[in-house]
């Protein structure tokens, strides 16, 4: 089953700023996606889209069957949002704001404490659950507001850098849960973060996003075999030959392109013969960055993944 259906979605804002541009893509059920790109990309725009609200210019897009313009109250009782720049009501103890976002969902009173009091304890927030918000810590209010966005159970959960904030402790915590709604509840979850080894950590699929663009949709490896990504041997040592392809590695010496075990021997046999001395010598294969910048244009590649804001406000 398809937890989210995009086709060829496009968003023009009143401005005249385009956010999308005909993007299209499935994810299927259960899949922690990696929504990945700069600011100004789009992200922010895609996702107001799935939640209903915002309204495509062209093109159609649902979460479990339902259309996000036509159906949008059923999708939000399907959807939990954590977004960067939420914030929970400070004036309110911790229980009360769980309170308070459980009724607008439509939970009963015994429903909303079961559950708050499960969250709470995951989130190791019991003993702090009375207290007003305004006197938690940056990591607990995040902590919160991720118990809210679970709070009514949902079947496709969106994620904006759940773990920025947070130590390292609570921040394994996060995706440990994270972990456990999928496998054990199929929950869906779609993810959007500049952190790109925590997105290759916890990704079962990816999209890169530029200028409103989908540069590239699928799982590491099919992402991968599409940019021909190769292999590569490090090596560290004196009186090494020039190897075609051969690059300069990260901390010294040289980074090759190979196919297989048997090109590294190859390599290895010819350097000593040939009088070199190696110091070091290990293969590599692309990570999740590497993989990323090889979808975006030549212009862009070495930018660091922050940019700006898009007009109108939008922060992709």
């Not at 090596?235 to 392109?257: C, I, Q, T």
Request: charged share 25%; aromatic share 6%.
């Amino acid at each position: 089953m398809q937890a989210i259906t995009v086709e060829k979605v496009g968003k023009v804002y009143q401005s005249g700023t385009k956010a999308l541009s005909d993007v299209s893509f499935e994810i299927p059920q259960g899949e922690v996606f990696g929504f990945l790109g700069p600011n100004g990309a789009g992200k922010t725009t895609m996702v107001r889209l799935l939640n209903g609200i915002l309204n495509p210019t062209a093109g159609h897009a649902s979460v479990h069957g339902l259309d996000v313009t036509k159906q949008a109250g059923e999708v939000h009782h399907l959807c939990g949002v954590l977004t960067e720049t939420a914030a929970p009501y400070e004036s309110l103890t911790g229980l009360e704001n769980l309170k308070f976002f459980g009724r607008l969902h439509g939970m009963d009173e015994k429903r909303i404490l079961s559950r708050a009091a499960g969250l709470l304890q995951a989130m190791e927030l019991t003993e702090h659950r009375d207290k007003k918000v305004k006197a938690y810590s940056t990591g607990m209010k995040k902590r919160l507001l991720l118990a809210r966005a679970l709070l009514h159970e949902p079947k496709v959960l969106f994620l904006d850098e759940p773990t920025s904030g947070l130590d390292p402790e609570a921040s394994a915590n996060v995706t440990a849960m994270i972990g456990g709604l999928v496998k054990q509840e199929g929950v869906t979850v779609f993810l959007c973060t500049h952190q790109l080894k925590y997105a290759e950590e916890i990704c079962t699929l990816y999209g890169f996003m530029q200028q409103g663009e989908l540069m590239g949709f699928g799982t590491f490896e099919e992402l991968l075999a599409r940019q021909g990504g190769r292999t590569r041997l490090v090596l560290r040592g004196e009186n090494l030959p020039v190897l075609a392809g051969a690059e300069y590695a990260s901390g010294g010496g040289m980074a090759v392109p190979v196919r297989d075990d048997a090109e590294v021997s190859e390599i290895l046999r010819n350097i000593l013969t040939g009088g070199g001395q190696l110091y070091e010598a290990r293969q590599e294969r692309w990570g999740l960055e590497e993989l990323y910048f090889s979808y975006r244009e030549p212009k862009s590649i070495g930018l660091k993944l922050e940019g700006k804001k898009e007009e109108g406000g939008e922060v992709a």
